[in-house]
T-cell receptor
Framework: SAVISQKPSRDICQRGTSLTIQCQVDSQVTMMFWYRQQPGQSLTLIATANQGSEATYESGFVIDKFPISRPNLTFSTLTVSNMSPEDSSIYLC????????????FGPGTRLTVT | GNSVTQMEGPVTLSEEAFLTINCTYTATGYPSLFWYVQYPGEGLQLLLKATKADDKGSNKGFEATYRKETTSFHLEKGSVQVSDSAVYFCALKVGGGADGLTFGKGTHLIIQP
């Protein structure tokens, strides 16, 4: 499986500010995804990060709030913009390896608290 | 749309007990099915998977069989250990690698010595 790292691992941010989360993979991967896990809840897919083109967002998530970049096959960023306390969650990067189209692996997550 | 329903917890068992965590699904296409586990303080790990009907996924003594007729993927283990205490998520994916996962709400399992 791929080794996935995320930065920062956690942060406490003020309402109205933005935070960019980085996801780095140790090998080239086919697909990268961003998920959110709200406190005590399950994981919800935010978007698919497409290399070289705009991300594909799930219902309820928009580019202005969660802009995503994916400049190459090993790196992606997710920005949480104009934050409110409701954005307090764990944000997880996930990848699908080349040749393993069914198996999806997750990074350690970024724990975000908005005050 | 796609959805996953799993039994809500917490589920509390004694060590060496038999475990079943129920999972049923609805899907717009032919899904692949997964169980993920989240140990305390750790990230999400893939536990096992099944990609077609009647497949049995297995890992670390856990098993789950893809039952298309009942749209189910129940997780079982014959003898649980304290170290199995974790949150277990059932998930599905339709369409292969290009699609994200749809997760159930998770089941918190507590094993008492």
């Amino acid at each position: 499986s791929a080794v996935i790292s995320q930065k920062p691992s956690r942060d406490i941010c003020q309402r109205g500010t933005s935070l960019t989360i980085q996801c780095q993979v140790d090998s080239q991967v086919t697909m990268m995804f961003w998920y959110r896990q709200q406190p005590g809840q399950s994981l919800t897919l935010i978007a698919t990060a497409n290399q070289g083109s705009e991300a594909t967002y799930e219902s309820g998530f928009v580019i202005d709030k969660f802009p995503i970049s994916r400049p190459n096959l090993t790196f992606s960023t997710l920005t949480v913009s104009n934050m409110s306390p409701e954005d307090s969650s764990i944000y997880l990067c996930s990848v699908v390896n080349r040749g393993q189209r069914y198996e999806q692996y997750f990074g350690p997550g970024t724990r975000l608290t908005v005050t | 749309g796609n959805s996953v329903t799993q039994m809500e917890g917490p589920v509390t068992l004694s060590e060496e007990a038999f475990l079943t965590i129920n999972c049923t699904y609805t899907a717009t296409g032919y899904p692949s099915l997964f169980w993920y586990v989240q140990y305390p303080g750790e990230g999400l790990q893939l536990l096992l998977k099944a990609t077609k009907a009647d497949d049995k996924g297995s890992n670390k003594g856990f098993e789950a069989t893809y039952r298309k007729e009942t749209t189910s993927f129940h997780l079982e283990k014959g003898s649980v250990q304290v170290s199995d205490s974790a949150v277990y998520f059932c998930a599905l994916k339709v369409g292969g690698g290009a699609d994200g996962l749809t997760f159930g709400k998770g089941t918190h399992l507590i094993i008492q010595p």
